[in-house]
């Protein structure tokens, strides 16, 4: 018995494949049929298992990859160890997950050995989420004033938290999560300062592989608590917030701000919970502000009287009013020369009637609603409700709660008898 040594060589786990991407990212096997050449069967069986991983991988991997096996010949008959195949899975780390040989025999054309196999190979299909936009959120920095304030400090937690699971919602941005905790978030929150040079900052989001980062600083925060007597004669516990909030969207490969707001104003909730409904509303806003900025929501069906948004989950509210318009020219920044997106023209309103966690349904209050435009066509601005229109829509709320409640009562009733 004579052993001798052959090569395969192989790159990487499992080739990258270029067909439409699954909504999570998974391995599927792909079958092929390959014939290689050789001196000896070993040499045909590396040319084989060469053919099949090009086949599926391309020439470039199948041709820079490096396996050691030996092959045991008796007099002029070929055969392969009982663990030849789970070896070769093994040593060319998975790109060959399993063949089985179909033939073997000389080639009278070429005076060389053939070897026929049928074999096995891994492709990786990436996520369709891979092609989101990578944001990084850094924790919120506040001022040093306010370094020592309990409350500060736990509306800053709060709102970083409610400002990336409204990002997450939107399933437009892949928000980078665990970006190192513990001291490692002290650093990075001093790094989100407004005063320190835009330049730190992104040193810090190289580490991190993002596109954009996300940088938010507590510039003012007072909160008070008080009571307040209602008509009925019952005292509430109120607190009341006066804060102002610097966020920044920093493309993290050229340093261009992409988009920069201050959210300030006073706030107010039922004490108990009242800090963190607070920091919960101000984190929402404030993603619906990015996302709105980066990736307005749009219109992907539309009906004579409804429509239906790519957007819901808890970005999106009953009741809430959208102004929609159509996207006309490209607009350019006649000084600079920037793109300005495109021009905006309403045509229409419409009232959200209902949510899933993934779209959004509303009615039509005005205008008209083409039905031949294309999904992304028509864009949806929130409309803020003017003082009349919250009473009035309150109003019809519990109305509709009354009458709920007195059919409830009233089917118990019938239930009695």
Same mark, same amino acid.
């Given at each position: 018995?004579?052993?001798?040594?052959?090569?395969?060589?192989?790159?990487?786990?499992?080739?990258?494949?270029?067909?439409?991407?699954?909504?999570?990212?998974?391995?599927?096997?792909?079958?092929?049929?390959?014939?290689?050449?050789?001196?000896?069967?070993?040499?045909?069986?590396?040319?084989?298992?060469?053919?099949?991983?090009?086949?599926?991988?391309?020439?470039?991997?199948?041709?820079?990859?490096?396996?050691?096996?030996?092959?045991?010949?008796?007099?002029?008959?070929?055969?392969?160890?009982?663990?030849?195949?789970?070896?070769?899975?093994?040593?060319?780390?998975?790109?060959?997950?399993?063949?089985?040989?179909?033939?073997?025999?000389?080639?009278?054309?070429? #005076?060389?050995?053939?070897?026929?196999?049928?074999?096995?190979?891994?492709?990786?299909?990436?996520?369709?989420?891979?092609?989101?936009?990578?944001?990084?959120?850094?924790?919120?920095?506040?001022?040093?004033?306010?370094?020592?304030?309990?409350?500060?400090?736990?509306?800053?937690?709060?709102?970083?938290?409610?400002?990336?699971?409204?990002?997450?919602?939107?399933?437009?941005?892949?928000?980078?999560?665990?970006?190192?905790?513990?001291?490692?978030?002290?650093?990075?929150?001093?790094?989100?300062?407004?005063?320190?040079?835009?330049?730190?900052?992104?040193?810090?989001?190289?580490?991190?592989?993002? @596109?954009?980062?996300?940088?938010?600083? %507590?510039?003012?925060? @007072?909160?008070?608590?008080?009571?307040?007597?209602?008509?009925?004669?019952?005292?509430?516990?109120?607190?009341?917030?006066?804060?102002?909030?610097?966020?920044?969207?920093? !493309?993290? @490969?050229?340093?261009?701000?992409?988009?920069?707001?201050?959210?300030?104003?006073?706030?107010?909730?039922?004490?108990?919970?009242?800090?963190? @409904?607070?920091?919960?509303? %101000? #984190?929402?806003?404030?993603?619906?502000?990015?996302?709105?900025?980066?990736?307005?929501?749009?219109?992907?069906?539309?009906?004579?009287?409804?429509?239906?948004?790519?957007?819901?989950?808890?970005?999106?509210?009953? #009741?809430?009013?959208?102004?929609?318009?159509?996207?006309?020219?490209?607009?350019? !920044?006649?000084?600079?020369?920037?793109?300005?997106?495109?021009?905006?023209?309403?045509?229409?309103?419409?009232?959200?009637?209902?949510?899933?966690?993934?779209?959004?349904?509303?009615?039509?209050?005005?205008?008209?609603?083409?039905?031949?435009?294309?999904?992304?066509?028509?864009?949806?601005?929130?409309?803020?409700?003017?003082?009349?229109?919250?009473?009035?829509?309150?109003?019809?709320?519990?109305?509709?709660?009354?009458?709920?409640?007195? #059919?409830?009562?009233?089917?118990?009733?019938?239930?009695?008898?």
């Amino acid at each position: 018995m004579k052993a001798t040594e052959w090569l395969v060589s192989l790159l990487g786990v499992v080739c990258l494949s270029a067909v439409i991407r699954p909504v999570s990212a998974e391995v599927v096997y792909t079958t092929v049929e390959a014939r290689g050449f050789g001196q000896d069967e070993g040499a045909a069986l590396e040319d084989a298992l060469k053919i099949a991983i090009a086949q599926v991988c391309g020439e470039r991997i199948a041709s820079s990859t490096r396996l050691t096996r030996e092959v045991y010949q008796s007099n002029t008959e070929y055969r392969a160890e009982k663990n030849f195949e789970k070896d070769v899975r093994s040593q060319t780390k998975g790109i060959i997950h399993a063949y089985r040989i179909l033939g073997q025999g000389d080639d009278t054309a070429s #005076g060389r050995v053939f070897v026929e196999i049928e074999a096995q190979i891994p492709t990786y299909e990436p996520a369709a989420q891979i092609d989101r936009l990578k944001l990084a959120i850094f924790p919120l920095s506040v001022e040093s004033t306010l370094a020592r304030d309990p409350d500060a400090l736990e509306f800053a937690r709060g709102m970083s938290a409610a400002l990336e699971s409204s990002l997450v919602q939107t399933r437009r941005f892949a928000v980078i999560d665990n970006l190192g905790g513990g001291a490692r978030d002290v650093e990075l929150a001093k790094l989100a300062a407004p005063d320190v040079p835009i330049s730190q900052s992104l040193r810090a989001a190289q580490g991190i592989i993002a @596109d954009y980062v996300v940088l938010a600083h %507590v510039r003012a925060f @007072d909160a008070r608590q008080y009571t307040r007597t209602r008509v009925t004669g019952r005292q509430m516990e109120t607190l009341e917030v006066n804060l102002a909030v610097d966020l920044r969207v920093v !493309d993290v @490969d050229t340093g261009q701000v992409k988009f920069a707001l201050t959210e300030s104003g006073k706030r107010s909730a039922t004490a108990g919970r009242g800090l963190a @409904d607070i920091a919960a509303k %101000v #984190g929402s806003q404030l993603g619906r502000r990015i996302s709105g900025s980066i990736y307005p929501m749009v219109v992907v069906a539309a009906r004579p009287t409804s429509v239906t948004l790519n957007e819901g989950g808890q970005n999106v509210s009953v #009741g809430s009013k959208y102004a929609i318009h159509a996207a006309g020219f490209e607009m350019t !920044d006649p000084y600079t020369g920037e793109p300005l997106g495109p021009e905006e023209v309403q045509i229409a309103v419409v009232r959200i009637q209902s949510v899933t966690d993934r779209t959004s349904t509303a009615s039509l209050l005005e205008g008209e609603l083409p039905l031949n435009a294309p999904a992304g066509a028509l864009i949806a601005r929130p409309l803020q409700l003017s003082l009349e229109e919250a009473v009035a829509e309150f109003r019809e709320q519990a109305d509709k709660l009354q009458e709920a409640v007195k #059919g409830k009562k009233k089917n118990e009733s019938n239930d009695d008898w």
